[in-house]
């Protein structure tokens, strides 16, 4: 690759979260020297932020590697960085595959009990079952139902009529009450895994398109801005404009840059302060969030069609944290996680739920910020969809006595309040709008491809690779991961690398530089 010490074409990367440092990486590191990363906000690491909450450090976007295993570059890098524990490390954690799902634990129900593991494992287990089922018709031409959610809803009310007959299922009506409102947690849960308000939203023809990695999901002891702060280090210093939101992306034209008015670039970049930056090629790495609101005026000349449909067709939702720290723990020292359980909800009722009112009923649970000596005693509450964007109105008092009164009502203790709160709210983030995409019915990979599409589209053009696509929406298969946005933006600065290295004329005048 030293041939390419020669080239000095301007790339300029749009966002400084994981994908566009990923891109950043790989060029500077194959000798691409003109590299420039504008970002709108005033730090790195986009949906990868990390901050203080009392005395400990909590995640307010991403939370664990995935599938923490050789093939995840993410855990991957931590490794070399140092920044994991040696649990995490270990051959047996890599080893592990739960098939990416987060466990069900405690249950806590409405009316203030716990419920049995008699009762909530062959529930979890039917659940787990069909979530599997839901994944297979990636593989078939055609699937019965278009989103995951009616599939899930339509097998499960099979199995209630089956539970008359069943030994193993044979209840009373209390019972299978309460078996139903498991089920809505679990879908509520899902909802949460996915990014989106509803699984009614999600495509059962393409959800098997997600892939899991081995490996048990861990955390960075440190923060997972840690690994950005490390791979920060490895780029030019400089390389970064901050607090610098870009407004347009005018591209196949010919553009003079201020310092060298003699040269030509088919790309400029306009932010939103005035400054023009012309460019070779430019990787746009904004959430898809933002460009299903701004791809109008994002990008000019406008998107080819096949683009703005699939940008459009893509889902990306919200799935929001609510911090919550207590002076004494209520649960167990084991316990992981505490599932909510809401004794009058069904899946199989065709309910419009009053969002403002009951927002804090689509919670499904919170997760136990472990170990302790480390986090103190703080739970993580997560609510996806409409009722966590509405979380995101109200005030920090509101969302404070609402999880009150729910911890309340769910042990059966008047006296537990919380200490503090701390919430994210990314739908909010202008920069963002929402947490991570998702497939949505009528949706398949051809989207995602269509999204990745470098502009211009047709090859046979002079100036090729001008606009070129990045972040986590635009991973087929890793979508809504850091890994996946890590692995766009290497997919894209290849892209270019490879284009340098078989472009003949290119690859000549390099030969007489060197
Ligand atoms: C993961 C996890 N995780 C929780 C929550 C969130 C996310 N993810 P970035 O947004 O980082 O960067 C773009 C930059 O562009 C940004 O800095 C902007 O400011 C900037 N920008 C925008 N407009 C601009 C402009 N005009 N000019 C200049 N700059 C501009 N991922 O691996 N583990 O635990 C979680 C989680 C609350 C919000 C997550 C998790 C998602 C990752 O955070 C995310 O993918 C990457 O950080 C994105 O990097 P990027 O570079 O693309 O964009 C079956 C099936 C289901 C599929 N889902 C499976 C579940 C997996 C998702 N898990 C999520 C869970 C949590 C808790």
Same mark, same amino acid.
């Given at each position: 690759?030293?041939?390419?010490?020669?080239?000095? #074409?301007?790339?300029?990367?749009?966002?400084?979260?994981?994908?566009?440092?990923?891109?950043?990486?790989?060029?500077?590191?194959?000798?691409?020297?003109?590299?420039?990363?504008?970002?709108?906000?005033?730090?790195?690491?986009?949906?990868?932020?990390?901050?203080?909450?009392?005395?400990?450090?909590?995640?307010?976007?991403?939370?664990?590697?995935?599938?923490? =295993?050789?093939?995840?570059?993410?855990?991957?890098?931590?490794?070399?960085?140092?920044?994991?524990?040696?649990?995490?490390?270990?051959?047996?954690?890599?080893?592990?595959?739960?098939?990416?799902?987060?466990?069900?634990?405690?249950? /806590?129900?409405? =009316?203030?009990?716990?419920?049995?593991?008699?009762?909530?494992?062959?529930?979890?287990?039917?659940?787990?079952?069909?979530?599997?089922?839901?994944?297979?018709?990636?593989?078939?031409?055609?699937?019965?139902?278009?989103?995951?959610?009616?599939?899930?809803?339509? +097998?499960?009310?099979?199995?209630?009529?089956?539970?008359?007959?069943?030994?193993?299922?044979?209840?009373?009506?209390?019972?299978?009450?309460?078996?139903?409102?498991?089920?809505?947690?679990?879908?509520?849960?899902?909802?949460?895994?996915?990014?989106?308000?509803? !699984?009614?939203?999600?495509?059962?023809?393409?959800?098997?398109?997600?892939?899991?990695?081995?490996?048990?999901?861990?955390?960075?002891?440190?923060?997972? +801005?840690?690994?950005?702060?490390?791979?920060?280090?490895?780029?030019?210093?400089?390389?970064?404009?901050?607090?610098?939101?870009?407004?347009?992306?005018?591209?196949?034209?010919?553009?003079?840059?201020?310092?060298?008015?003699?040269?030509?670039?088919?790309?400029?970049?306009?932010?939103?302060?005035?400054?023009?930056?012309?460019?070779?090629?430019?990787?746009?790495?904004?959430?898809?969030?933002?460009?299903?609101?701004? /791809?109008?005026?994002?990008?000019?000349?406008?998107?080819?069609? #096949?683009?703005?449909?699939?940008?459009?067709?893509?889902?990306?939702?919200?799935?929001?944290?609510?911090?919550?720290?207590? +002076? +004494?723990?209520? &649960?167990?020292?084991?316990?992981?996680?505490?599932?909510?359980? &809401?004794?009058?909800?069904?899946?199989?009722?065709?309910?419009?739920?009053?969002?403002?009112?009951?927002?804090?009923?689509?919670?499904?649970?919170?997760?136990?910020?472990?170990?302790?000596?480390?986090?103190?005693?703080?739970?993580?509450? &997560?609510?996806?969809?409409?009722?966590?964007?509405?979380?995101?109105?109200?005030?920090?008092?509101?969302?404070?006595?609402? !999880?009150?009164?729910?911890?309340?009502?769910?042990?059966?203790?008047?006296?537990?309040?919380?200490?503090?709160?701390?919430? #994210?709210? &990314?739908?909010?983030?202008?920069?963002?709008?929402?947490?991570?995409? /998702?497939?949505?019915?009528?949706?398949?990979?051809?989207?995602?491809?269509?999204?990745?599409?470098?502009?211009?589209?047709?090859?046979?053009?002079?100036?090729?690779?001008?606009?070129?696509?990045?972040?986590?929406?635009?991973?087929?298969?890793?979508? #809504?991961?850091?890994?996946?946005?890590?692995?766009?933006?290497?997919?894209?600065?290849?892209?270019?690398?490879?284009? /340098?290295?078989?472009?003949?004329?290119?690859?000549?005048?390099?030969?007489?530089?060197?």
């Amino acid at each position: 690759m030293d041939k390419l010490q020669g080239i000095d #074409s301007h790339i300029v990367i749009i966002g400084c979260g994981m994908s566009g440092i990923g891109a950043a990486q790989k060029l500077t590191k194959e000798g691409f020297k003109n590299i420039k990363i504008i970002e709108a906000t005033g730090r790195s690491g986009g949906r990868i932020k990390t901050t203080t909450f009392g005395n400990v450090i909590v995640e307010i976007g991403a939370n664990w590697i995935h599938g923490p =295993s050789k093939a995840n570059p993410v855990f991957q890098l931590a490794c070399e960085h140092g920044l994991l524990d040696a649990q995490a490390m270990s051959e047996e954690n890599q080893a592990l595959d739960v098939g990416g799902h987060p466990s069900f634990q405690s249950f /806590y129900s409405s =009316s203030g009990n716990k419920l049995t593991p008699e009762l909530t494992e062959s529930v979890s287990q039917l659940f787990l079952t069909l979530l599997g089922k839901s994944k297979e018709f990636i593989l078939t031409e055609k699937e019965p139902y278009p989103s995951v959610g009616e599939f899930l809803k339509k +097998e499960i009310a099979k199995h209630v009529v089956e539970w008359k007959d069943d030994v193993e299922w044979k209840d009373d009506a209390e019972t299978k009450k309460l078996k139903l409102a498991l089920l809505t947690m679990m879908l509520k849960l899902e909802c949460c895994v996915s990014g989106t308000h509803s !699984m009614d939203l999600v495509g059962l023809g393409a959800f098997g398109g997600y892939k899991t990695l081995p490996g048990l999901d861990c955390t960075f002891p440190e923060g997972y +801005e840690g690994l950005i702060d490390a791979m920060m280090k490895g780029l030019p210093e400089g390389i970064v404009s901050y607090n610098n939101p870009v407004k347009c992306v005018h591209w196949n034209g010919s553009f003079r840059g201020a310092n060298s008015p003699e040269q030509t670039f088919p790309v400029m970049v306009e932010c939103e302060n005035g400054e023009t930056v012309p460019a070779n090629h430019v990787i746009v790495t904004v959430p898809l969030g933002y460009l299903k609101e701004h /791809y109008e005026t994002l990008i000019n000349p406008p998107l080819p069609l #096949s683009k703005v449909h699939s940008i459009q067709r893509m889902g990306f939702g919200t799935n929001n944290k609510i911090f919550l720290e207590f +002076e +004494e723990p209520f &649960w167990e020292p084991d316990c992981e996680v505490i599932n909510l359980i &809401w004794e009058d909800e069904t899946p199989l009722a065709d309910v419009k739920p009053d969002v403002n009112q009951f927002w804090m009923k689509k919670i499904f649970g919170f997760t136990v910020l472990q170990p302790p000596e480390r986090y103190g005693h703080v739970l993580c509450g &997560w609510i996806a969809g409409h009722e966590s964007e509405y979380m995101e109105t109200l005030s920090d008092t509101e969302v404070k006595n609402s !999880m009150t009164e729910v911890i309340r009502k769910f042990t059966g203790n008047p006296s537990i309040t919380p200490k503090r709160i701390l919430r #994210s709210k &990314w739908h909010s983030d202008p920069y963002t709008k929402g947490c991570y995409s /998702y497939v949505a019915v009528g949706c398949s990979g051809s989207d995602i491809e269509n999204i990745v599409q470098p502009l211009p589209l047709q090859e046979a053009d002079t100036k090729p690779l001008q606009v070129l696509f990045a972040g986590e929406a635009t991973h087929q298969s890793f979508y #809504s991961t850091t890994h996946g946005a890590l692995l766009s933006g290497w997919r894209e600065a290849d892209r270019l690398i490879t284009h /340098y290295t078989q472009c003949p004329l290119i690859s000549q005048n390099l030969s007489s530089k060197l």
